[in-house]
């Protein structure tokens, strides 16, 4: 297995267009996490799974994001009209139940012009 | 919720030990984690404590003080490799769940 990975790892996109993301955790695990890191900040909190459930979304989470994990496979974030203030690193993170640490993918760095 | 503090910029000479810091408030405490991020790249684990007390891996320590809500990553030996953003995350209960909480890093500049 080679890590999480994500998809794509740059996304130039127009004000008000949607984007999606996709990310593939390391295959035994069951819990996934999004996270959005700007520069000079440290990984903020968006949403965790378990399996295919969506037990945790944080505030910064706006109805214009939304994040799907069928089957409790690869996971998707979708932002829907995208604004300037969107631009960041979103990062996917995995582990499992017995981890310590979570595994982070290289990231999908979005810009949004 | 949660909240850490940790200082935004430590900077120190190869070969040298250094201490950064972290201050945490959580509810449900699980365990203090440490990640380095390097320029461009992703995340990666060093260190977690649950207990107290001090954990050693190579040249890299983790301590933790549940009482006092506080922790610190130990460098030994530093290396020019070592200038990166290093990170504690708290690992707290929320309805069953455990995510970890990022604080907002300290840049470590390592000068030869």
């Known amino acids: 297995d080679t890590g999480v990975s994500q998809d794509p790892r740059h996304k130039i996109t127009k004000r008000g267009q949607n984007v999606t993301f996709r990310c593939d955790p ?5 819990r996934l996490y999004w996270y959005r890191q700007t520069l000079g900040q440290g990984p903020e909190f968006l949403t965790y799974f378990q399996n295919e459930a969506q037990l945790e979304k944080s505030r910064l989470l706006s109805d214009r994001f939304s994040a799907e994990r069928p089957k409790g496979s690869f996971s998707t974030l979708e932002i829907q009209r995208t604004e300037q203030g969107d631009s960041a690193m979103y990062l996917c993170a995995s582990s499992s139940p017995t981890d310590r640490e979570a595994f982070f993918g290289q990231g999908t760095r979005l810009t949004v012009v | 919720g949660q909240s850490l503090e940790q200082p935004s910029e ?3 000479v190869e070969g040298a030990i250094v201490q950064i810091n972290c201050t945490y408030q959580t509810s449900g405490f699980y365990g203090l984690s440490w990640y380095q991020q390097h320029d461009g790249g992703a995340p990666t684990f060093l260190s977690y404590n649950a207990l107290d007390g001090l954990e050693e891996t190579g040249r890299f320590s983790s ?10 990553l130990l460098l030994q030996e530093l290396q ?5 953003s290093y990170f504690c995350a708290v690992t707290g209960a929320s309805g069953g769940s455990y995510i970890p909480t990022f604080g907002r890093g300290t840049s470590l500049i390592v000068h030869p």
């Open chain 2, 80 to 84: 020019m490799k070592d200038s990166a």
């Open chain 2, 10 to 12: 430590v900077t120190a």
């Open chain 2, 63 to 72: 301590f933790l003080s549940r009482s006092d809500s506080y922790g610190y």
């Open chain 1, 26 to 30: 390391i295959s035994e695990h069951n």
